[in-house]
């Protein structure tokens, strides 16, 4: 038996790729295929578009398959017929950062435009159509919703009044002179499954053991591991300055007078932290990289 998993083309693509790495799998994509190999033989994957992952998920080409959760939104609204998508895990990394995406309403900075309201008969362009449909209907605002194929930033304001675009930074808005109204959705990367494939014993625990090492690898960026030793006498002073996910490993050593502390820390804080810590008098201080850190 195999799990057919859908891998988002395009700006998700690598940050995708990177992540199984850190978790145990190794996908190798050939540019002139959409079926990457996979060191796993239980999986088989396919290059889809995030934007029509969910849908192919939906009709059960695929069993499951990381996308945005707004394009499942998206696809839910497009056929509210379909039975919804089984979330498997929330995987909080996007193309540039490892956090959310924002949709966000944006006009000019010299528009007068100061909420959704405002906008009464313009034309908005996007590429999240029945989101943005659905945001101005419940704000109660009519305006004529067009699909953008790329490029939206630049459209405002000779060919849309405002526009509907994913941000991660507002970098890019910026650079085009835009300026944010209103936020209609947050949305971060997710492991959607199609309900048939989620309700099969084993394919569910695929998908749930994959999840798991997904997860414990986004809780290892940006994180190292630390051990030292310290006498006794130190104890009390080294593990007041040292953070933990709970606490530090404390383990005896042959010399009674001494122990050995292992612990975890963001990597950021260490070029303070092991002043610190000789200052306290430990010793044989290593620092080390994480792969996972399952919580």
């Known amino acids: 038996m195999t799990l057919k998993l859908g891998i988002p083309k395009g700006s998700l693509q690598e940050a995708t790729i990177r992540l ?29 578009r995030a934007q029509e992952m969910a849908r192919y998920v939906s009709d059960g080409v695929l069993d499951a398959g990381l996308t945005g959760r707004d394009w499942v939104v998206e696809n839910a609204l497009a056929d509210t017929t ?16 490892f956090g959310t995406v924002r949709w966000v309403l944006a006009v000019p900075e010299t528009s007068p435009v100061q909420t959704a309201r405002d906008l009464e008969g313009a034309t908005i362009a996007t590429e999240l159509v029945r989101v943005t449909e659905d945001y101005f ?41 835009l300026r944010i109204v209103d936020t209609l959705m947050e949305s971060t990367t997710q492991i959607v499954a199609n309900p048939t494939a989620w309700g099969d014993a084993w394919k569910r625990t695929k998908l749930e053991n994959m999840a798991m090492l997904l997860r414990a690898a986004l809780a290892a960026q940006g994180r190292v591991g ?70």
């Open 20 to 48: 199984f790495a850190r978790a145990g799998f190794n996908i190798y994509v050939n540019p002139r295929s959409y079926f990457p190999a996979i060191d796993d033989p239980e999986i088989e994957c396919m290059l889809i």
């Open 82 to 97: 379909r039975a919804p998508l089984a979330c498997v895990s929330e995987l909080v990394y996007a193309k540039q950062s």
């Open 137 to 177: 209907r419940r704000q109660g605002v009519r305006v004529n919703v067009e699909f953008s194929w790329g490029a939206t930033e630049v459209k405002p304001p000779v060919l849309a009044d405002a526009i509907v675009e994913a941000t991660e930074t507002g970098s890019t808005l910026r650079a085009n002179r």
């Open 226 to 295: 630390l051990m030292l030793n310290v006498r006794r006498s130190d104890l009390d002073g080294v593990l007041g300055l040292l953070p933990a996910l709970r606490r530090p490993t404390v383990s005896p050593l042959a010399d009674g007078d001494w122990v050995a502390l292992n612990t975890i820390v963001d990597e950021p804080t260490v070029r303070e932290l092991v002043p610190k810590l000789k200052v306290a008098r430990a010793e044989g201080i290593v620092e080390y990289p994480l792969n996972k850190i399952v919580e």
